[in-house]
Structures are given as structure tokens and as C-alpha cells.
């Protein structure tokens, strides 16, 4: 596909897009911008727009993803409460993973590629199972370090997102494809504002 025929496609798909859709993806996009300036309300506003993402999927059909877009509501649930823990205490710092946490990392994407891959290879009539299954394994990942407050989950996210772009211009998404492009860099730029947060938080206990 060329790019006059890429921009082409754009722009007919930004037109052919429902303002439910656009909301779905502004709510997504404001997640991650919030996840990057690390304001819990990346929670509520995670959690609004994957309920909506959830509503969409099933009035397409796409029972499968409706259900991986569960496991987010479930996380971001998981990550707030988390997050906050008790009033009385103060909300979990960020820090780098340990030996026990990528253990964890290795085990839910393993098991979440197998899963997927197995369901999306025998019960859906996906043409990218593979890819697919890896895509959403690794973000799942992603997603767990995120509600542990790990500042790796912007490499997982990212990983997830770097196989993600080529799929969905395969697949003739390039508004998503776009949308996930801008994701990359904010994770990247979310990384590094993570890691002065921890630099800042161990110069204020020296």
C-alpha cells in the first residue's frame, strides 16, 4: 500500500467513525497521557473507556476482544485499588522490577500466548492468530506491571504496541494504527518520567 493510498484509507475511516468510537479512543488516549504523569485518574478514566470499548466490540461481534478488553476493567480496577491501598496510608510508590515480578511477566505472557493463541487458531476466524495472541499477551503483561506501579510496564506496553502498529496497518486500521503509533512514544516518554520519579523519591530519603 502506498502512502497516497494509506492516507486515502485515514482519512475514509475517520470519516466512517461513530462519535462513540472517537470517545472510546479519546478516554484511551487520556489513560495513558494521565498513566505518563502518574495521576491515579488514569483509573477511572482507563475503566470508563474500556466499559465503552467493551460495549462496541460486542455490537460487532468481536466476542473475543470484548473479553481482553474484560481483563483490563478487571486490572484497572485491580491497579487503583492498589494504587491507593488505604486512606490512611500513603499510595504505592513506583519501583523496578524484581526477580519475583518478571517471573510473574514470564508466566502471564507465556500462559496468555498459549491461551489466546489456541482460542483465536480454533474458534475464531482470525487470519493473524499468531501475532494477534502476541500482541495482546504481552500488553496483558503490561497491564500487571502498570497496577503494581512497575515502571518495566512501559517496555512491556511498548513491545506490545511495536508488534501492534504493523498488524493493524495489515489488517487496513491505520486510524489505529496511527492512535497506537502516538501510544509508543508517550510510553516511551512515560518511562523516563517514571524513572525521575523513582531518582526523585530515593535523593528525598538520602
Request: proline share 3%; charged share 15%; aromatic share 16%.
Amino acid at each position: 500500500m502506498s502512502l497516497h493510498e494509506w492516507a486515502n484509507l485515514l482519512l475514509q475511516q475517520m470519516k466512517e467513525t461513530d462519535a462513540l468510537q472517537w470517545l472510546a479512543v479519546i478516554l484511551g488516549v487520556a489513560e495513558v497521557l494521565l498513566a505518563k504523569s502518574n495521576k491515579i485518574a488514569l483509573y477511572p478514566v482507563g475503566i470508563a473507556g474500556t466499559l465503552l470499548s467493551v460495549y462496541i466490540l460486542i455490537l460487532a461481534g468481536l466476542y473475543a476482544e470484548s473479553l481482553l478488553n474484560g481483563y483490563y476493567l478487571v486490572m484497572s480496577i485491580y491497579g487503583w485499588w492498589y494504587w491507593v491501598k488505604k486512606k490512611n496510608q500513603p499510595p504505592v510508590k513506583i519501583t523496578y522490577c524484581e526477580r519475583g515480578d518478571w517471573i510473574r511477566v514470564i508466566w502471564i505472557v507465556a500462559v496468555g500466548f498459549i491461551l489466546l493463541f489456541i482460542s483465536l487458531k480454533f474458534f475464531t476466524n482470525s487470519s493473524v492468530p499468531f501475532w494477534d495472541a502476541w500482541v495482546s499477551a504481552t500488553a496483558w503483561a503490561g497491564m500487571w506491571l502498570l497496577a503494581k506501579r512497575k515502571i518495566e510496564n512501559w517496555i512491556l506496553l511498548n513491545i506490545s504496541n511495536l508488534f501492534a502498529i504493523p498488524l493493524l496497518v495489515y489488517k487496513k486500521l491505520p486510524l489505529f494504527a496511527a492512535l497506537t503509533l502516538f501510544l509508543f512514544v508517550v510510553a516511551i516518554f512515560g518511562y523516563f518520567e517514571w524513572r525521575k520519579i523513582i531518582h526523585q523519591d530515593k535523593l528525598s530519603f538520602a
